[in-house]
């Protein structure tokens, strides 16, 4: 009789606006514990990226394998604020990472941030906890604090010590609703232990405990919320752990855009950051820098722990983010609408010490973090469905290639409705990225001569040939997720094929989804309604 190999718990850590450039194992001088030693017992990937830079429909593509456009969600509030939100609501009939592993035979926990229309509970988890948590009637074996409760254990009263804040005159400067803030400061008399960061991996702990106990295999998402996330408030020592002369300015800081699309020119200034010298991004991203290794001490302290109660052999580790950090890039304060590397490349590292990973590589495979799922899912001995978007990398955790089809490529998007067309959709390999922007010129970065994607090269003749391949590709990964932008992309993306030029010879054309009378003037002539056509 076979012997039954044991399933290993997971433990999927998502930092929040997290740059690759954070890392000390990806080449850059930080002080980040916590990657190097994943790094150096597990794969690191430097080219991981987002699927999409705005929070919650990214969180939404790694709860499900599934892309962004295929779900619908081009934005953090898809609908307008009377709606809130609509990041796939519960019910909705897609399933995620709860209804792969719990029939699997696994007890799945949630901490932090999930960002979607509904608590993790809704999803599938069993137990969950947050800052705010208050319904722990609806947990199954977690007793959740709040961080209210939590400093109270630590014998914190901020109503009578309120935290005081330095934000030197030094830091950036941003525009919101009419007033003036800093991007960044110095808590002045509060520790690393105090902070929300702090409580959130620390109910990561306790979940791990509680777990333990019940003698099977868990799975537990520890979501870091507004760490590092701006604004980059950070006790000592990170507060002066990086040196703001020490802050290299970016290549491609102050540059012109003279040949990007209109929007990228009128979107610079939205922050009203445009004006800010490199000497107050600098203090700011030290500060940045300075929250980074902040939670560095975390996951450093988390891996400790899974050491000393005999968890890290069976234990598989990720570390993922949201997105990453533009923090001035382009002149960019935060995330819009340009998928630019800056905003989309983020750290991504697997540990799993009885896996049997080619530990300490470092991987240039272009993985996203939606990945994740059907990742840890073929680690665990399941099966992701066919139909899964995102695909699995554990061939490169163990030195062997491993690419999406001929090429290997990562597709992008962000933003865009059928009200505005707003869309923005790429295309990136490790020479080449193109995008594709609905209302706009498209871009085309030869990433081998210009990392900093300063020259856009959209309308160089030499580049004919490659940007039709990648417009090409882009066409197909449209059409496989169903993208609603297909039909509006279709003329720009298929070079040589019919676009739609009118045969004045030919009989008039029929009319679309007018099936009778009852319908007329109530269907558009838009291809998103075919689904609609005689209900």
Same mark, same amino acid.
């Given at each position: 009789?076979?012997?039954?190999?044991?399933?290993?718990?997971?433990?999927?850590?998502?930092?929040?606006?997290?740059?690759?450039?954070?890392?000390?194992?990806?080449?850059?001088?930080?002080?980040?514990?916590?990657?190097?030693?994943?790094?150096?017992?597990?794969?690191?990937?430097?080219?991981?990226?987002?699927?999409?830079?705005?929070?919650?429909?990214?969180?939404?593509?790694?709860?499900?394998?599934?892309?962004?456009?295929?779900?619908?969600?081009?934005?953090?509030?898809?609908?307008?604020?009377?709606?809130?939100?609509?990041?796939?609501?519960?019910?909705?009939?897609?399933?995620?990472?709860?209804?792969?592993?719990?029939?699997?035979?696994?007890?799945?926990?949630?901490?932090?941030?999930?960002?979607?229309?509904?608590?993790?509970?809704?999803?599938?988890?069993?137990?969950?906890?947050?800052?705010?948590?208050?319904?722990?009637?609806?947990?199954?074996?977690?007793?959740?604090?709040?961080?209210?409760?939590?400093?109270?254990?630590?014998?914190?009263?901020?109503?009578?010590?309120?935290?005081?804040?330095?934000?030197?005159?030094?830091?950036?400067?941003?525009?919101?609703?009419?007033?003036?803030?800093?991007?960044?400061?110095?808590?002045?008399?509060?520790?690393?232990?105090?902070?929300?960061?702090?409580?959130?991996?620390?109910?990561?702990?306790?979940?791990?405990?509680?777990?333990?106990?019940?003698?099977?295999?868990?799975?537990?998402?520890?979501?870091?919320?507004?760490?590092?996330?701006?604004?980059?408030?950070?006790?000592?020592?990170?507060?002066?752990?990086?040196?703001?002369?020490?802050?290299?300015?970016?290549?491609?800081?102050?540059?012109?855009?003279?040949?990007?699309?209109?929007?990228?020119?009128?979107?610079?200034?939205?922050?009203?950051?445009?004006?800010?010298?490199?000497?107050?991004?600098?203090?700011?991203?030290?500060?940045?820098?300075?929250?980074?290794?902040?939670?560095?001490?975390?996951?450093?302290?988390?891996?400790?722990?899974?050491?000393?109660?005999?968890?890290?052999?069976?234990?598989?580790?990720?570390?993922? $983010?949201?997105?990453? *950090?533009?923090?001035?890039?382009?002149?960019?304060?935060?995330?819009?609408?340009?998928? +630019? @590397? /800056?905003? &989309?490349?983020?750290?991504?590292?697997?540990?799993?010490?009885?896996?049997?990973?080619?530990?300490?590589?470092?991987?240039?495979?272009?993985?996203?973090?939606?990945?994740?799922?059907?990742?840890?899912?073929?680690?665990?001995?399941?099966?992701?469905?066919?139909?899964?978007?995102?695909?699995?990398?554990?061939?490169?955790?163990?030195?062997?290639?491993?690419?999406?089809?001929?090429?290997?490529?990562?597709?992008?998007?962000?933003?865009?409705?059928?009200?505005?067309? $707003?869309?923005?959709? *790429?295309?990136?390999?490790?020479?080449?990225?193109?995008?594709?922007?609905?209302?706009? +010129? @498209? /871009?085309? &970065?030869?990433?081998?001569?210009?990392?900093?994607?300063?020259?856009?090269?959209?309308?160089?003749?030499?580049?004919?040939?490659?940007?039709?391949?990648?417009?090409?590709?882009?066409?197909?990964?449209?059409?496989?997720?169903?993208?609603?932008?297909?039909?509006?992309?279709?003329?720009?993306?298929?070079?040589?094929?019919?676009?739609?030029?009118?045969?004045?010879?030919?009989?008039?054309?029929?009319?679309?989804?007018?099936?009778?009378?009852?319908?007329?003037?109530?269907?558009?002539?838009?291809?998103?309604?075919?689904?609609?056509?005689?209900?």
């Amino acid at each position: 009789m076979g012997t039954v190999r044991k399933l290993p718990n997971i433990i999927i850590i998502t930092t929040d606006h997290h740059s690759y450039n954070a890392l000390a194992s990806n080449g850059f001088n930080r002080y980040s514990p916590g990657s190097d030693r994943l790094a150096r017992e597990g794969v690191g990937f430097s080219h991981a990226t987002t699927t999409t830079v705005m929070c919650g429909p990214a969180r939404c593509a790694m709860q499900t394998g599934m892309y962004p456009n295929y779900l619908g969600l081009p934005n953090n509030r898809w609908g307008g604020r009377r709606v809130r939100t609509q990041l796939l609501p519960p019910g909705s009939g897609v399933r995620t990472l709860p209804d792969y592993f719990r029939p699997a035979g696994y007890v799945c926990g949630f901490v932090g941030k999930l960002h979607m229309s509904g608590s993790p509970l809704d999803y599938g988890y069993d137990d969950y906890s947050q800052a705010d948590f208050r319904d722990t009637t609806r947990n199954r074996h977690f007793q959740g604090r709040t961080f209210s409760e939590y400093l109270a254990e630590k014998k914190v009263d901020i109503e009578a010590d309120p935290p005081l804040i330095d934000q030197t005159e030094h830091a950036v400067r941003y525009w919101y609703k009419g007033s003036w803030y800093a991007m960044s400061g110095r808590l002045t008399n509060y520790r690393r232990e105090h902070t929300y960061t702090a409580c959130t991996f620390d109910e990561g702990k306790r979940m791990i405990e509680c777990y333990r106990s019940l003698n099977k295999p868990f799975l537990i998402q520890l979501n870091i919320d507004q760490a590092p996330h701006w604004p980059y408030i950070v006790p000592e020592p990170y507060a002066s752990m990086y040196r703001p002369k020490e802050m290299k300015e970016w290549p491609n800081f102050r540059d012109p855009l003279g040949d990007h699309p209109l929007r990228s020119k009128i979107a610079r200034d939205i922050w009203r950051t445009g004006g800010e010298p490199w000497e107050r991004w600098a203090e700011s991203i030290s500060k940045y820098y300075g929250l980074c290794s902040l939670v560095e001490d975390e996951v450093a302290d988390l891996l400790s722990f899974l050491d000393h109660n005999r968890l890290a052999e069976d234990s598989i580790v990720v570390w993922t $983010a949201d997105h990453g *950090a533009p923090n001035g890039a382009h002149g960019v304060f935060d995330k819009d609408h340009r998928i +630019i @590397d /800056e905003a &989309y490349r983020i750290p991504l590292l697997v540990r799993y010490p009885r896996g049997e990973l080619e530990c300490g590589l470092l991987s240039d495979a272009l993985v996203q973090n939606a990945d994740v799922l059907p990742t840890i899912m073929e680690l665990a001995d399941l099966t992701p469905p066919a139909e899964m978007h995102s695909r699995s990398f554990a061939p490169a955790l163990h030195g062997r290639p491993r690419a999406r089809g001929e090429i290997d490529y990562c597709f992008l998007s962000n933003g865009g409705d059928p009200t505005t067309l $707003a869309a923005v959709r *790429a295309i990136r390999t490790h020479s080449f990225k193109y995008i594709f922007n609905a209302c706009d +010129i @498209d /871009e085309l &970065y030869d990433l081998r001569d210009d990392p900093a994607e300063m020259r856009n090269r959209i309308d160089a003749p030499r580049y004919a040939r490659e940007l039709k391949r990648l417009r090409s590709l882009l066409h197909d990964v449209l059409t496989d997720t169903d993208d609603w932008v297909t039909p509006f992309a279709f003329s720009r993306l298929i070079d040589g094929k019919d676009t739609g030029s009118i045969d004045e010879s030919a009989p008039p054309p029929p009319t679309h989804y007018i099936t009778g009378p009852h319908t007329f003037g109530l269907r558009t002539n838009c291809p998103w309604h075919s689904r609609d056509a005689g209900r």
